[in-house]
Protein backbone atom coordinates (compact mmCIF):
# COMPACT_ATOMS: atom_id res chain seq x y z
CA UNK A 1 0.00 0.00 0.00
CA UNK A 2 2.98 2.25 -0.43
CA UNK A 3 0.75 4.39 -2.82
CA UNK A 4 -2.28 4.55 -0.82
CA UNK A 5 -3.47 7.44 1.72
CA UNK A 6 -5.71 7.45 4.14
CA UNK A 7 -8.32 9.76 4.13
CA UNK A 8 -10.20 11.68 7.15
CA UNK A 9 -12.43 14.08 7.27
CA UNK A 10 -13.31 16.06 10.51
CA UNK A 11 -16.98 17.34 9.24
CA UNK A 12 -18.22 19.75 12.00
CA UNK A 13 -16.96 22.84 13.01
CA UNK A 14 -16.32 23.76 16.42
CA UNK A 15 -17.94 27.00 15.98
CA UNK A 16 -21.34 25.27 14.75
CA UNK A 17 -24.24 25.49 17.13
CA UNK A 18 -26.40 23.53 15.04
CA UNK A 19 -25.45 19.45 15.66
CA UNK A 20 -27.96 18.08 13.40
CA UNK A 21 -27.05 13.73 13.37
CA UNK A 22 -29.02 13.45 10.10
CA UNK A 23 -27.22 16.25 8.12
CA UNK A 24 -23.88 14.90 9.96
CA UNK A 25 -24.15 11.47 8.85
CA UNK A 26 -25.80 12.27 5.29
CA UNK A 27 -22.34 14.90 4.49
CA UNK A 28 -20.21 11.47 5.95
CA UNK A 29 -21.57 9.10 3.68
CA UNK A 30 -21.20 11.10 0.99
CA UNK A 31 -17.78 11.68 2.00
CA UNK A 32 -17.01 7.78 2.42
CA UNK A 33 -18.36 7.32 -1.35
CA UNK A 34 -15.81 10.10 -2.55
CA UNK A 35 -12.75 8.59 -0.87
CA UNK A 36 -12.83 8.99 2.62
CA UNK A 37 -11.89 6.18 5.15
CA UNK A 38 -12.51 7.64 8.36
CA UNK A 39 -14.93 9.78 10.13
CA UNK A 40 -13.50 12.08 13.31
CA UNK A 41 -16.44 13.23 15.50
CA UNK A 42 -16.34 15.16 18.97
CA UNK A 43 -19.03 14.22 21.56
CA UNK A 44 -21.24 17.17 21.43
CA UNK A 45 -24.76 18.10 22.41
CA UNK A 46 -27.14 19.59 19.84
CA UNK A 47 -26.29 22.91 20.55
CA UNK A 48 -22.32 22.14 20.09
CA UNK A 49 -20.88 21.91 23.45
CA UNK A 50 -19.13 19.14 24.55
CA UNK A 51 -19.70 16.84 26.50
CA UNK A 52 -20.12 13.52 28.18
CA UNK A 53 -23.37 12.21 26.91
CA UNK A 54 -22.75 10.34 23.81
CA UNK A 55 -26.74 10.72 22.78
CA UNK A 56 -26.14 12.64 19.58
CA UNK A 57 -22.57 10.74 18.93
CA UNK A 58 -25.01 7.41 18.58
CA UNK A 59 -27.27 8.52 16.85
CA UNK A 60 -25.23 10.16 14.69
CA UNK A 61 -23.10 6.74 14.17
CA UNK A 62 -25.88 4.74 14.02
CA UNK A 63 -26.88 6.64 11.07
CA UNK A 64 -23.70 6.71 9.27
CA UNK A 65 -23.36 2.75 9.99
CA UNK A 66 -26.21 2.39 8.29
CA UNK A 67 -24.89 3.32 4.98
CA UNK A 68 -21.21 3.05 5.75
CA UNK A 69 -18.23 1.05 7.07
CA UNK A 70 -15.88 4.23 6.91
CA UNK A 71 -13.89 3.63 10.43
CA UNK A 72 -15.69 6.34 13.66
CA UNK A 73 -13.18 8.22 15.13
CA UNK A 74 -13.74 9.56 18.17
CA UNK A 75 -12.03 13.05 20.07
CA UNK A 76 -10.83 12.48 23.51
CA UNK A 77 -9.87 16.55 23.22
CA UNK A 78 -11.54 19.53 22.62
CA UNK A 79 -11.16 22.70 24.63
CA UNK A 80 -13.45 22.43 27.45
CA UNK A 81 -14.17 22.13 31.13
CA UNK A 82 -14.63 18.53 30.74
CA UNK A 83 -12.85 16.19 32.95
CA UNK A 84 -10.52 13.90 31.39
CA UNK A 85 -12.76 10.97 32.87
CA UNK A 86 -15.33 12.74 30.51
CA UNK A 87 -13.10 13.03 27.85
CA UNK A 88 -12.97 9.41 27.43
CA UNK A 89 -16.51 8.67 27.86
CA UNK A 90 -16.45 7.70 24.11
CA UNK A 91 -13.75 5.18 24.61
CA UNK A 92 -16.86 3.01 25.89
CA UNK A 93 -18.84 2.92 22.76
CA UNK A 94 -18.31 -0.13 20.45
CA UNK A 95 -18.54 1.44 17.46
CA UNK A 96 -15.94 4.07 17.83
CA UNK A 97 -12.30 2.20 16.35
CA UNK A 98 -10.47 5.22 16.72
CA UNK A 99 -9.42 8.12 18.97
CA UNK A 100 -7.55 11.07 18.88
CA UNK A 101 -4.85 11.35 21.52
CA UNK A 102 -3.14 14.58 22.96
CA UNK A 103 0.02 14.59 24.42
CA UNK A 104 0.45 18.27 25.98
CA UNK A 105 -0.93 21.35 26.31
CA UNK A 106 -0.85 23.86 24.13
CA UNK A 107 -1.87 27.44 23.01
CA UNK A 108 -4.48 27.48 20.53
CA UNK A 109 -5.50 30.96 19.28
CA UNK A 110 -6.46 32.59 22.89
CA UNK A 111 -7.19 29.35 24.71
CA UNK A 112 -5.03 27.11 26.25
CA UNK A 113 -5.22 23.32 25.55
CA UNK A 114 -4.87 21.48 28.81
CA UNK A 115 -3.44 17.78 28.73
CA UNK A 116 -1.13 17.57 32.13
CA UNK A 117 0.63 14.21 31.60
CA UNK A 118 -1.14 12.51 34.53
CA UNK A 119 -4.10 13.20 32.55
CA UNK A 120 -2.77 12.28 29.44
CA UNK A 121 -1.31 8.49 31.10
CA UNK A 122 -5.28 8.23 32.33
CA UNK A 123 -6.21 8.36 28.72
CA UNK A 124 -3.59 6.55 27.05
CA UNK A 125 -4.81 3.53 30.37
CA UNK A 126 -8.00 3.95 29.26
CA UNK A 127 -7.39 3.52 25.09
CA UNK A 128 -5.18 0.29 25.98
CA UNK A 129 -7.88 -1.20 28.19
CA UNK A 130 -10.79 -0.09 25.46
CA UNK A 131 -8.07 -1.65 22.47
CA UNK A 132 -9.04 1.54 20.75
CA UNK A 133 -6.45 2.62 17.83
CA UNK A 134 -4.88 6.44 19.18
CA UNK A 135 -4.09 8.88 16.41
CA UNK A 136 -1.59 11.17 18.51
CA UNK A 137 -1.75 14.62 17.89
CA UNK A 138 1.00 16.84 18.02
CA UNK A 139 1.42 20.64 17.30
CA UNK A 140 5.48 20.84 18.00
CA UNK A 141 7.84 19.05 18.72
CA UNK A 142 7.89 18.76 22.21
CA UNK A 143 4.92 16.64 21.61
CA UNK A 144 6.49 14.01 19.63
CA UNK A 145 8.77 13.69 22.09
CA UNK A 146 7.16 13.37 24.94
CA UNK A 147 5.30 10.25 22.63
CA UNK A 148 8.34 8.78 22.77
CA UNK A 149 9.08 8.75 26.45
CA UNK A 150 5.19 7.12 26.80
CA UNK A 151 6.36 4.40 25.27
CA UNK A 152 9.14 3.51 27.57
CA UNK A 153 6.10 3.38 30.15
CA UNK A 154 3.39 2.15 28.28
CA UNK A 155 2.44 -1.06 25.52
CA UNK A 156 0.87 1.06 23.09
CA UNK A 157 -0.49 -0.25 19.93
CA UNK A 158 1.92 -0.14 17.05
CA UNK A 159 2.64 1.07 14.30
CA UNK A 160 2.09 4.41 16.01
CA UNK A 161 -0.04 6.81 13.90
CA UNK A 162 0.82 10.51 14.45
CA UNK A 163 -1.04 13.77 13.14
CA UNK A 164 1.48 16.92 12.79
CA UNK A 165 -1.09 19.67 13.07
CA UNK A 166 -0.13 22.97 11.42
CA UNK A 167 -1.68 26.19 11.22
CA UNK A 168 -3.71 27.25 14.83
CA UNK A 169 -2.16 30.72 15.62
CA UNK A 170 -0.01 30.57 19.30
CA UNK A 171 1.54 27.12 17.59
CA UNK A 172 3.64 25.82 15.30
CA UNK A 173 2.46 27.80 11.69
CA UNK A 174 1.40 26.18 8.36
CA UNK A 175 5.05 27.00 6.57
CA UNK A 176 7.47 24.50 4.80
CA UNK A 177 10.13 25.03 7.10
CA UNK A 178 7.71 23.73 10.34
CA UNK A 179 6.35 20.70 7.98
CA UNK A 180 9.91 19.55 7.63
CA UNK A 181 10.94 20.33 11.31
CA UNK A 182 7.89 18.06 12.65
CA UNK A 183 8.72 15.26 10.55
CA UNK A 184 12.12 15.17 11.33
CA UNK A 185 10.95 14.44 14.74
CA UNK A 186 8.82 11.43 13.90
CA UNK A 187 10.19 8.46 14.56
CA UNK A 188 10.82 6.32 11.35
CA UNK A 189 9.02 3.16 12.12
CA UNK A 190 5.95 5.47 13.05
CA UNK A 191 2.92 6.51 10.37
CA UNK A 192 1.92 10.14 10.06
CA UNK A 193 -0.15 12.31 8.72
CA UNK A 194 -1.27 15.93 8.29
CA UNK A 195 -3.82 18.44 9.72
CA UNK A 196 -3.78 22.22 8.61
CA UNK A 197 -6.03 24.28 10.48
CA UNK A 198 -7.32 27.35 8.89
CA UNK A 199 -6.30 26.02 5.94
CA UNK A 200 -6.87 28.50 2.93
CA UNK A 201 -4.85 26.22 0.19
CA UNK A 202 -3.81 22.74 -0.27
CA UNK A 203 -0.42 23.79 -0.37
CA UNK A 204 0.83 22.49 3.07
CA UNK A 205 -1.47 18.87 1.65
CA UNK A 206 0.66 18.41 -1.03
CA UNK A 207 4.06 19.30 0.67
CA UNK A 208 2.89 16.60 3.23
CA UNK A 209 2.00 14.27 1.12
CA UNK A 210 5.56 14.51 -1.09
CA UNK A 211 7.27 14.16 2.21
CA UNK A 212 5.63 10.82 2.95
CA UNK A 213 2.49 11.59 4.93
CA UNK A 214 0.07 8.45 4.98
CA UNK A 215 -2.89 10.32 6.39
CA UNK A 216 -4.45 13.53 5.16
CA UNK A 217 -7.46 15.24 7.60
CA UNK A 218 -9.87 17.53 6.01
CA UNK A 219 -12.96 18.98 7.28
CA UNK A 220 -15.26 21.60 8.51
CA UNK A 221 -13.38 21.10 12.19
CA UNK A 222 -10.07 22.49 10.21
CA UNK A 223 -11.29 24.66 7.18
CA UNK A 224 -13.83 24.96 4.35
CA UNK A 225 -12.27 26.24 2.11
CA UNK A 226 -11.28 24.86 -1.03
CA UNK A 227 -9.17 27.42 -2.92
CA UNK A 228 -8.53 31.09 -1.34
CA UNK A 229 -11.71 32.24 -2.98
CA UNK A 230 -13.94 29.67 -2.57
CA UNK A 231 -15.51 28.01 0.53
CA UNK A 232 -17.86 25.02 0.13
CA UNK A 233 -20.94 24.01 1.92
CA UNK A 234 -20.81 20.13 2.57
CA UNK A 235 -17.23 18.43 3.25
CA UNK A 236 -17.29 15.94 -0.30
CA UNK A 237 -15.27 19.11 -2.59
CA UNK A 238 -12.99 18.76 -0.17
CA UNK A 239 -12.46 14.86 -0.07
CA UNK A 240 -12.70 15.13 -4.02
CA UNK A 241 -9.86 17.69 -4.33
CA UNK A 242 -8.01 15.73 -1.79
CA UNK A 243 -8.51 12.66 -4.03
CA UNK A 244 -7.31 14.19 -7.09
CA UNK A 245 -4.40 15.53 -5.45
CA UNK A 246 -3.64 11.93 -4.88
CA UNK A 247 -4.14 11.21 -8.27
CA UNK A 248 -1.78 13.98 -9.97
CA UNK A 249 0.87 12.14 -7.47
CA UNK A 250 0.65 8.97 -8.92
CA UNK A 251 -1.49 7.97 -5.28
CA UNK A 252 -5.11 6.83 -4.22
CA UNK A 253 -7.03 7.25 -1.36
CA UNK A 254 -7.12 3.92 0.33
CA UNK A 255 -10.23 2.19 1.65
CA UNK A 256 -11.91 1.56 5.47
CA UNK A 257 -10.78 -1.71 5.39
CA UNK A 258 -7.15 -1.07 3.42
CA UNK A 259 -6.91 1.72 6.16
CA UNK A 260 -7.49 -0.59 9.00
CA UNK A 261 -5.00 -3.30 7.86
CA UNK A 262 -2.22 -0.84 7.50
CA UNK A 263 -3.43 0.68 11.78
CA UNK A 264 -3.14 -2.99 12.84
CA UNK A 265 -6.91 -2.44 13.68
Given at each position: M????????????????????????????????A??????LHVREKD????????????????????????????????????????????????VEACSLNVGSTNLGNAIYCNPIPEVKYCIEEIIKTGKTPEIEVFEIGHTHQTTELCKEYNMKMPLLFSVVLGHPGEAPGT????????????????WGITHAHRKDFGIIAGALGLGAKTVRIGFEDSDYLDPETRVDTNVPLVEKVVKLL???????????????????
Open positions: TNKVLISVAPVSAADKHIDPKKIAKDVIECAKGAAMVHGSLTPDLTVLKETVELIRAESDIIIQASTGGISNLTIEERCAPLYYDKPEALMAMVNFIPKDAIHAMDKEAMTPDEARKMLNM
